[in-house]
């Protein structure tokens, strides 16, 4: 560590996930005001998907007769770039858990710390990182990027016309086929550590339900009050 490193606390979350009930653990570090540990380098807005946008992502995905299919980033944070400010981790007993038994290493001992190499959920940071990294690579593959609706593209996938919407590390590709957007999502998989969890044709997006027909698509949003 140099003078200028901060040692973050781990904050964990779990929860089920209502598409196929996975039982899902995420471990975050405390970037809070209340730690007083973050150092603010660099931007800290980023883009986000509006249900206008979204709502619009749907009436045009219909209007142009195209499918739209689902994808996950496994581990986005962890795919962008480091932090301006360097940090490590402390650690905890979940981590000590997974370190031993999974890692099959040594439990860190007291006072050892774990550097963190890339940007991790939690910091102020993290997130415009990741915007501005899956943005290269969206732009890099000729998916252009709406003036208003930054989140929203549109391209062509094998002269085939696609659009994306983009919710942080969520992604809703509309295209002819299936097999179109398994070429974009091939794309992206060859920017990424990890592949993309495809979850084939959408059925929910942003806390939205989604209905998609041969005839029309409907949006609503029981599981969300439920």
Known sequence: MTKNDATFNLVWTYNVKEMDGRKKA??????????SQARVLDFTYTNYVDQ?????????????NLMVFDA?????FGEAPPLQQGFTSASDKAFDDWWVKH?????????QVI?????MQGHPEAP????????????????????????LYLGLVKGKGALLMRQVDDFALAASSKRTANIMFDYVDDELTFPLKR??????????DIDQTRDYVNILCPTYIE
């Open 26 to 35: 995420r471990c975050a570090c405390d970037g809070s005001l209340r730690a």
């Open 52 to 64: 206008t946008s979204s709502r619009l992502f749907c009436a045009i995905s219909t209007r142009e």
């Open 128 to 151: 415009p990182l990741w915007e501005r990294h899956v943005d290269i690579i969206f732009k890099k593959y000729k998916l252009t990027s709406t003036t208003h609706a930054p989140c």
């Open 199 to 208: 979850m084939g044709i959408i059925h929910m997006f942003n806390g939205m």
């Open 72 to 76: 996950d980033v496994k581990n986005a």
């Open 115 to 119: 550097p963190i190499l890339a940007a």
């Open 103 to 111: 890692k099959k290493r040594n439990s860190l001992q007291p006072g």
